[in-house]
């Protein structure tokens, strides 16, 4: 299975190519230097088909997008690249001309100015995405379908990998419910919903991250000797970006969830936590930080044209 990082060169040049039929990649037009990248590999569900990859590739291009870093170029990044607010089966002219006017430019400085950097920036974010993949040593198992019992023998080195594969299936199914909750409430926090219902949501999200460290505590501990290079906090962070907290913290909110606690009993549990609680509900209501200025594209290509 390839391993090597592609050059920034290639992966910048294999990004400008998809930009002329755009979104969804096809088998023909997806670059060997994106599906040698270790973020595609890794989400590929069969790595060694060339289709698998190809539809990973897809599905990463269009989370990457759809949190484009800029917020000043992101409709128009989505645009060029064929998603909404572009249609389907529009050419790269109109894709351009679309995303030309969402960006406030003139097509031709678009295209000369402002394209280009965002074909690198989305390159970038390609390649950090690999080195996440390439630094952690450990990704979800992939499943494959079966159409007969597979029973367990009555043997002790057959009850030992039987049970390694239960809690490493407790574990990832915890850290994908709490990556669901997460993004659930930074959807909300989007869509400046109701601050009940973020609230809700982020209290549940609490929960389900809670809940996934104790199943990596529950793991590590079960099975070091596996996972030595992969701390706790690191098998957490596989659900995505969560509110600092204190280890004291932390820790009072995974005594809450262990044991498989129902979010109800962790609520009861946490009831007298009013700072903790609201550390965690302002970690999701305080805006980010802003990025700096030279890492706008706005600031060298200006404001319109």
């Given at each position: 299975?390839?391993?090597?990082?592609?050059?920034e060169?290639?992966v910048?040049?294999?990004?400008?190519r998809?930009?002329?039929l755009?979104?969804?990649?096809?088998?023909?037009?997806?670059?060997?230097a994106?599906?040698?990248?270790?973020?595609?590999?890794?989400r590929a569900?069969?790595?060694?088909d060339?289709?698998s990859r190809?539809?990973?590739?897809?599905?990463?291009?269009?989370?990457?997008?759809a949190?484009?870093?800029?917020a000043?170029?992101?409709?128009?990044?989505?645009?060029?690249?064929?998603?909404?607010p572009?249609?389907?089966?529009?050419?790269l002219?109109a894709?351009?001309?679309?995303?030309?006017?969402?960006a406030?430019?003139?097509?031709?400085?678009?295209r000369?100015?402002v394209?280009?950097?965002?074909?690198?920036k989305?390159a970038?974010?390609?390649?950090?995405?690999?080195?996440?993949?390439t630094?952690?040593p450990?990704?979800?198992?992939r499943?494959?379908?079966?159409?007969?019992?597979?029973p367990?023998?009555?043997d002790?080195?057959?009850?030992e990998?039987?049970?390694?594969?239960?809690?490493l299936c407790?574990?990832?199914?915890?850290?994908?419910?709490?990556?669901?909750e997460?993004?659930?409430?930074?959807?909300?926090?989007?869509?400046?919903?109701?601050?009940?219902?973020?609230?809700?949501?982020?209290?549940?999200?609490?929960?389900?991250?809670?809940?996934a460290?104790?199943?990596?505590i529950g793991?590590?501990?079960?099975?070091g000797?596996?996972?030595e290079?992969?701390?706790?906090?690191?098998?957490?962070?596989?659900a995505?970006?969560?509110?600092t907290?204190?280890?004291?913290?932390?820790?009072?909110?995974?005594e809450?969830?262990?044991?498989?606690?129902?979010?109800?009993?962790?609520?009861?549990?946490?009831?007298?936590?009013?700072?903790l609680?609201?550390?965690?509900?302002?970690?999701f209501?305080?805006?980010?930080a802003?990025?700096?200025p030279?890492?706008?594209?706005?600031?060298?290509?200006?404001?319109?044209?």
């Amino acid at each position: 299975m390839p391993t090597k990082r592609p050059a920034e060169d290639e992966v910048v040049d294999a990004v400008a190519r998809l930009t002329r039929l755009g979104l969804p990649v096809t088998p023909a037009a997806a670059d060997p230097a994106l599906l040698e990248l270790r973020g595609i590999v890794a989400r590929a569900v069969d790595p060694a088909d060339p289709a698998s990859r190809t539809a990973a590739l897809d599905g990463t291009l269009r989370g990457l997008l759809a949190r484009f870093p800029d917020a000043r170029y992101a409709t128009a990044a989505r645009a060029l690249f064929g998603l909404p607010p572009a249609e389907p089966g529009q050419n790269l002219t109109a894709r351009r001309e679309l995303a030309a006017k969402q960006a406030g430019h003139e097509v031709h400085h678009f295209r000369k100015r402002v394209e280009p950097k965002l074909v690198e920036k989305l390159a970038w974010e390609l390649l950090a995405d690999a080195d996440r993949f390439t630094r952690l040593p450990m990704i979800a198992p992939r499943l494959a379908p079966t159409t007969s019992r597979q029973p367990v023998q009555a043997d002790p080195f057959a009850w030992e990998v039987a049970e390694h594969e239960e809690h490493l299936c407790r574990l990832w199914s915890a850290i994908y419910a709490a990556r669901a909750e997460l993004l659930t409430v930074e959807r909300l926090v989007s869509l400046d919903a109701d601050r009940v219902d973020v609230v809700h949501a982020a209290v549940t999200a609490a929960w389900r991250w809670a809940a996934a460290r104790a199943e990596a505590i529950g793991y590590t501990t079960a099975f070091g000797t596996d996972l030595e290079a992969v701390p706790n906090a690191d098998l957490v962070a596989l659900a995505g970006w969560a509110p600092t907290l204190t280890q004291a913290q932390a820790s009072r909110l995974t005594e809450a969830a262990a044991g498989g606690a129902s979010r109800e009993q962790f609520v009861h549990a946490l009831h007298d936590e009013t700072g903790l609680g609201n550390t965690w509900i302002d970690g999701f209501l305080t805006p980010p930080a802003a990025a700096e200025p030279t890492d706008s594209i706005e600031q060298e290509n200006g404001p319109t044209t």
